[in-house]
């Protein structure tokens, strides 16, 4: 026979789970209904490459931003069974119900690889950290690792900072930092690490750079 206490907790159990169970399945139709709107901005020609979708504040209102990898759905673009079609990034903002597109470059990222790391197929991944867009290069051989950081600034994502690891021979190791906010630039060789200042002639902007593999920071600086 069940006592009056456990009456009562069934009472105060039962309603508790299925509020937890409702505000579950809200959320969940919230996530897919956001997914669904975000995904209506991605081109023809186009889909969302696998694992593709990143989720953060870019621009500092609050509202939860997407970025969007996609890649090209052209045939043509199949070599040896590997899908060689370029991917690309878009921006949403978002302000809590819709998505308006901040960003769109559809070519500048390296096809999927599938996780097999070489030196002319690096690894990409896309990340959002801090209010920043980090995009990370590696690539096979001895481990040579790029990665570009960029910043909402001035109505535009800006790079404001660039690390290049290269591992060389005999333990010559090489990391090159950028700091486009304090123009300064840090060149570490085994250990010991020099300091510069650096000259840019203009912002280094992510909608101007056609392709990661083909660009080259190092030459936008003095």
């Known amino acids: 026979m069940r006592t009056q ?9 039962r309603p508790l789970l299925a509020a937890i169970f409702g505000l579950a399945i809200t959320f969940t139709v919230s996530a897919e209904a956001a997914a669904e709107k975000a995904a ?3 081109p023809a020609g186009y ?3 696998e694992g593709g979708e990143i989720n953060g504040d870019l621009n500092g209102d ?3 931003d997407r970025v969007l990898v996609i890649q090209g759905t052209d045939k043509n673009k199949f070599e040896d069974g590997e899908d060689r079609n370029m991917r690309g990034i878009l921006i949403l903002f978002g302000d809590g119900k819709n998505y308006k597109l901040a960003l769109e470059n559809r070519q500048c990222l390296s096809p999927d690889n599938g996780g097999n790391v070489q ?3 690096p690894g990409v991944s896309v990340s959002i950290k801090k209010g920043s867009l980090l995009i990370d290069y590696q690539y096979g051989g001895c481990g040579t690792n790029k990665s570009y950081n960029f910043r909402y600034r ?6 404001i900072g660039f690390d ?5 021979g005999m333990g010559q190791n090489t990391k090159t930092s950028v700091n486009f906010l304090s123009k300064k630039k840090s060149v570490k060789v085994s250990g010991k690490e020099t300091w510069s200042n650096i000259e840019i002639n203009e912002p280094i902007k992510l909608r101007d750079i056609a392709d990661f ?3 080259d920071v190092m030459e936008r600086i003095k």
């Open 154 to 159: 001035n109505s535009d994502f800006e790079l």
């Open 62 to 64: 609050g509202a939860e």
């Open 164 to 168: 290049w690891y290269i591992c060389g």
């Open 47 to 49: 889909k969302l490459s």
């Open 119 to 121: 030196w002319d197929k």
């Open 40 to 42: 209506q901005h991605i």
């Open 213 to 215: 593999d083909e660009f």
């Open 5 to 13: 206490s456990s009456t009562a907790r069934a009472n105060i159990t």
